[in-house]
């Protein structure tokens, strides 16, 4: 709200969050990194991680704690072998782990995504969401 014109009130100044950044629109972090920054070199981290690491393709013991409580295999289940799996290029062994890998792949990826890329990914999320959904429904009544 502006003060009356001609009352010699000062006009207040909106308070900006980064006086002397350059980049004012991005926050910055205490390394002066913006997070938008980070996001590359994260991305890239683990991706090399994924293409790194190899785990075992018939664990020992699972993590997922619907399968440890049903039996039964959850929508996520084989996901995480699945992205170690897509990483290396071994799409048919990733599919087998988990059918949607894929589309879990480009979800966890489109998250690193900044700019117009990443509002065009995120349309992504809610039909992927919903296509995990039926894929866990699926998985446990064809189990
Ligand atoms: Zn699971």
């Known amino acids: 709200m502006e003060p009356p014109k001609g009352t010699g009130l000062p006009v207040p100044r909106r ?9 004012a629109s991005a926050p910055r972090g205490q390394s002066g990194l913006s997070p938008s920054a980070l996001r590359a070199p994260l991305a890239a981290a683990l991706f090399s991680a994924l293409i790194l690491i190899t785990p075992p393709a018939d664990p020992h013991f699972r993590l997922c704690g619907f399968h440890w409580l049903t039996g039964h295999p959850c929508a996520l289940c084989g996901m995480t072998r699945a ?24 979800m966890v990826f489109s998250l690193f995504l900044t700019g117009r890329a990443a509002a065009i990914a995120y349309r992504l999320w809610p039909a992927g969401l919903a296509a995990f959904g039926i894929y866990g429904i699926c998985r446990l009544v064809l189990a």
Do not use: W, Y
């Open 15 to 23: 308070p900006t969050q980064f006086a002397n950044a350059e980049n």
């Open 83 to 106: 992205m170690f799996a897509l990483a290396k290029g071994h799409v048919v062994e990733a599919v087998r782990f988990n059918a949607l890998a894929p589309l879990g792949f480009a």
